[in-house]
């Protein structure tokens, strides 16, 4: 039996038991603390069907992975390159690259697609960012998931909510919004005023924990008039709710143990990081740090404490908006930004624009077929690897399972071109596997990342613990400005009705971001008049793209889902940073919905 870990992007980060001679047949870790042994369908059964590319192509020829090699070291050798990493593997090796762009001169890119806003939002409240271990989330009285969607993206927290009381805050009727006690079906992009004025409500029924916000938080009378500024009724109306909703919801905080679960829907936006900023606050005021069965817990950062062997001094662009056409030479590795990256038109015309345009990767995908070099990738069971997770603090070995004669790993990749430039200082493979490894902690059988903390924030905040929580106190918003919240209302008897709808765009179940099943259907609620199957055409000021109609209830009338595995989907999304941690903002856009003929 050979242990391994799935290095799927998922917060779950599975242990996996593979017997070589029974591959691809795997098993999960039933005893394992973080999952109940089960593996999902993506990895037992995507990812082996999943048509890899075998050859590596140049000019559109195949040619043997030598001749392939050399060209990307003919490449590199003009003046401005770039690599482009995404997330398809999230094993530590992956960074290994950038050895090689530090060496070359090139630049990597800095921020994110995904999690960056949240996680500035929370620096700015707490200094440093411990994600809340598995084992406290299990002693919670309240679990509070908000804007994650735990049965699709998360599946192996479910069973530390089991007995719990269950409150979900999401725009969508989600499966565990089914299965929750109470379900604020907000609307989109509000998050930060639900927060702001849950901490407005817990202070005026003297709700808030005294003792520690005097102790950890003593700005929190700043704090108590900051959410007072805030006009309660013209909120609620466009949060989409009411007193009597928000008093229930008080209900499962007051005097309980509470635990939110944060995730990615809420900070899609340029107001991402003031969100998490609300939400922490919110925490702070009802005393949920550093206590048992309480805390926040969101996409953690997975290398927190560790001393990263593969972090260089490089030049960088950010992710969500790169200029490609700037670069002569782009090495896209474990990505599809042609499909991933917000506003798919700026992209693909940046993208044709670079003269070396490298793509090492598994499948063929839009980046792909845009590549002058196709390299293919060995996948996580071909290769020795390390697994950190940011959902929970359990690090994995991933060791090697099966040999392949395809492709070439990250490792081999960077020690061609180590050797081709003659560039030196680059270690062995295991030298790095152990690096990593060596800074973990192991208790009873079980590696665990050397950020860890049984139960963050009990000293203090910041690295070193003796610093105080800092409360939001600006909100910057000008895509809607609060201010004119009552001036809306005033005239929208004269104006014609709002015809356009919130974007939202998750996760999907079938899919890996764009890895495996692709989609090409808009959730649109019932009540908008369309009709199951036909063909509309989506247009946003940034652009269009037609899906195929699936009717779903669960949505808000306001609001459209088209998953984010959904071919052409961002071609809709803005080419925005969020306010903070230079994230993309893929849920910043409203969209017309227009019926196509059938055969148009
Ligand atoms: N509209 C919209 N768009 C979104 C999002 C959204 O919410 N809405 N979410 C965003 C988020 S959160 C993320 S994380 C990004 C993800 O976007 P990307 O990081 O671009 O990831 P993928 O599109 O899944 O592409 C991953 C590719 O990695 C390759 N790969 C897999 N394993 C390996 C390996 O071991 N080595 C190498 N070299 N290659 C490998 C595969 O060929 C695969 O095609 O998408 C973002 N895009
Ligand atoms: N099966 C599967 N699992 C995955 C992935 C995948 O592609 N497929 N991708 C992985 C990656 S890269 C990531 S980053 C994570 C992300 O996983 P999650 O954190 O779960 O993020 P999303 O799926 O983008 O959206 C979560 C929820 O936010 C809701 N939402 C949208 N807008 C808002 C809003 O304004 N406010 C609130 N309160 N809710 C909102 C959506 O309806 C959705 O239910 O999942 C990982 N796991
Ligand atoms: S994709 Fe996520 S849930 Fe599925 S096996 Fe991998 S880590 Fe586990
Ligand atoms: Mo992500």
Redesign the pocket.
């Known amino acids: 039996m050979i242990n391994t870990a799935c290095?799927l992007?998922c917060y779950d980060a599975c242990r996996i038991i593979a017997d070589k001679e029974k591959f691809p047949k795997l098993s999960g870790d039933k005893v394992h603390p973080a999952g109940n042994g089960a593996l999902c369908a993506l990895l037992n059964k995507s990812m082996h069907e999943a048509e890899r590319i075998v050859k590596p192509r140049v000019d559109g020829k195949e040619v043997s992975t030598e001749e392939a090699m050399s060209a990307v070291a003919e490449a590199f050798k003009t003046e401005r390159s770039l690599l482009w990493r995404?997330?398809?593997?999230l094993?530590v090796m992956?960074e290994v690259t950038n050895l090689f762009m530090e060496k070359t001169g090139g630049s990597l890119t800095h921020g994110s697609?995904?999690?960056a806003a949240g996680e500035a939002g929370i620096l700015q409240s707490r200094g440093i960012h411990r994600n809340l271990p598995l084992e406290q989330i299990e002693k919670a009285d309240t679990v509070v998931v908000w804007g994650r969607n735990i049965t699709v993206t998360n599946a192996h927290i479910m069973p530390f909510l089991e007995g719990k009381s269950l409150v979900v805050i999401d725009p969508v009727r989600t499966a565990i919004a089914k299965q929750a006690d109470l379900h604020m079906q907000i609307e989109p992009r509000m998050d930060y005023y639900v927060a702001i004025l849950l901490a407005r409500f817990v202070f005026m029924e003297d709700g808030d924990d005294t003792e520690w916000l005097e102790e950890f938080a003593p700005e929190h009378e700043d704090f108590y008039d900051y959410t007072r500024e805030h006009r309660i009724k013209a909120i609620l109306e466009h949060i989409g709710t009411d007193l009597g909703e928000m008093g229930r919801v008080l209900e499962y905080l007051r005097d309980k143990k509470v635990v939110f679960l944060v995730g990615?829907g809420v900070q899609?936006y340029s107001t991402g990081s003031y969100v998490l900023q609300a939400i922490d606050a919110l925490a702070a005021v009802l005393g949920l740090f550093g206590r048992e069965g309480c805390g926040v817990h969101y996409m953690g950062t997975s290398k927190l404490g560790f001393e990263n062997p593969f972090k260089v001094d490089t030049t960088s662009v950010p992710k969500a908006t790169t200029n490609f056409s700037y670069f002569d030479t782009v090495l896209v590795?474990?990505?599809?930004?042609a499909?991933?990256m917000?506003d798919t038109s700026r992209v693909l015309k940046e993208l044709k624009e670079v003269d070396n345009l490298i793509y090492?990767?598994?499948?063929e995908?839009e980046t792909s077929k845009l590549a002058r070099i196709v390299i293919p990738?060995?996948?996580?069971f071909e290769k020795e690897d390390v697994r950190l997770s940011y959902g929970h603090h359990y690090v994995e070995r991933m060791n090697k399972v099966v040999e392949s004669d395809i492709g070439i790993s990250?490792y081999d990749f960077t020690k061609y071109l180590f050797d081709a430039f003659g560039f030196k200082g680059l270690e062995s493979e295991s030298h790095y596997i152990n690096f990593w490894l060596e800074q973990c902690k192991e208790e009873n059988g079980y590696l665990y990342s050397p950020g860890y903390h049984p139960c963050p924030y009990e000293d203090g905040f910041g690295e070193e613990g003796d610093e105080e929580f800092e409360f939001i106190d600006d909100y910057d918003d000008d895509f809607i400005n609060p201010k004119r919240f009552r001036k809306h209302r005033k005239q929208s008897k004269n104006k014609k009705p709002d015809e356009t709808f919130w974007l939202l765009?998750?996760?999907s179940a079938k899919s890996?971001?764009?890895?495996f099943y692709r989609d090409n259907r808009v959730q649109v609620h019932p009540d908008t008049g369309f009709k199951e199957g036909e063909k509309v055409r989506l247009t946003s000021e940034h652009g269009e793209y037609d899906f195929i109609v699936h009717l779903n209830e669960d949505i808000r009338t306001n609001c459209v889902v088209v998953t984010?595995n959904t071919v052409g989907?961002?071609y809709l999304?803005p080419a925005i940073l969020s306010d903070e941690g230079h994230n993309?903002c893929?849920q910043e856009v409203k969209v017309t919905i227009e019926k196509m003929d059938s055969d148009s």
């Open positions: 290095g992007d995404g997330s398809g593997n094993g992956q697609l995904c999690d990615a899609k590795q474990g990505g599809n930004p499909a991933s917000p090492f990767g598994l499948y995908n990738a060995r996948n996580f990250e765009s998750p996760k890996l971001n764009t890895q984010n989907v961002n999304t993309a893929y």
